[in-house]
T-cell receptor
Framework: KQEVTQIPAALSVPEGENLVLNCSFT??????LQWFRQDPGKGLTSLLL?????REQTSGRLNASLDKSSGRSTLYIAASQPGDSATYLC??????????FGGGTRVLVKP | EPEVTQTPSHQVTQMGQEVILRCVPI?????FYWYRQILGQKVEFLVS????????KSEIFDDQFSVERPDGSNFTLKIRSTKLEDSAMYFC???????????FGPGTRLLVL
């Protein structure tokens, strides 16, 4: 059974610092990995999707890497801003179409 | 930009009552999903739906749950007899192809008293 873990569970950084969020999964037979942002009490906003054949995906200040063989992905957010404060979730898609989610990393960027 | 919408945003119901949660997926999408998130816990998969039938369901999705696509736009989740433990945020999602980005709606917060 696929298990997805995110460490740390919470992170607090001063504005301008780079953020590094980690995600690990137990079964490397995945189709893709998605990173989401969730604001308190709100829905999930898709940030990036990395296909299993890709090593990296970039969107603006966001960069996500994937090492499928070791079961790891990292989300980098450059030059963090207070507006980046949210919970970041990773999810993997394996056989079938369902996503299996990690528990999230709650990020606070202090002005 | 197209988005997934869900109604209602909040629903309070008594234990044992039936609830129907509604979703309008992105118009040209073919795959539809329901997930839920109990407060403080992980987002959990409930069911996926394609070509007018369930393609996969989790252990949570027992006989009390059903899904329907009654017309060309709506996708509904029905809970026949709600329990206290059904209290959660319910998310609908959709995508155009099975391995593409899943787009999530804003959720329906269900509280069972």
């Amino acid at each position: 059974k696929q298990e997805v873990t995110q460490i740390p569970a919470a992170l607090s950084v001063p504005e301008g610092e780079n953020l590094v969020l980690n995600c690990s999964f137990t079964d490397s037979a995945i189709y893709n990995l998605q990173w989401f942002r969730q604001d308190p009490g709100k829905g999930l906003t898709s940030l990036l999707l990395i296909q299993s054949s890709q090593r990296e995906q970039t969107s603006g200040r966001l960069n996500a890497s994937l090492d499928k063989s070791s079961g790891r992905s990292t989300l980098y957010i450059a030059a963090s801003q207070p507006g980046d404060s949210a919970t970041y979730l990773c999810a993997v898609q394996a056989a079938g179409n369902k996503l299996t989610f990690g528990g999230g990393t709650r990020v606070l960027v202090k002005p | 930009e197209p988005e997934v919408t869900q109604t209602p945003s909040h629903q309070v119901t008594q234990m044992g009552q039936e609830v129907i949660l509604r979703c309008v997926p992105i118009s040209n999408h073919l795959y539809f999903y329901w997930y839920r998130q109990i407060l403080g816990q992980k987002v959990e998969f409930l069911v996926s739906f394609y070509n007018n039938e369930i393609s996969e369901k989790s252990e949570i999705f027992d006989d009390q749950f059903s899904v329907e696509r009654p017309d060309g736009s709506n996708f509904t989740l029905k809970i026949r007899s709600t329990k206290l433990e059904d209290s959660a945020m319910y998310f609908c999602a959709s995508n155009g192809q099975a391995e593409e980005t899943q787009y999530f709606g804003p959720g329906t917060r269900l509280l069972v008293l």
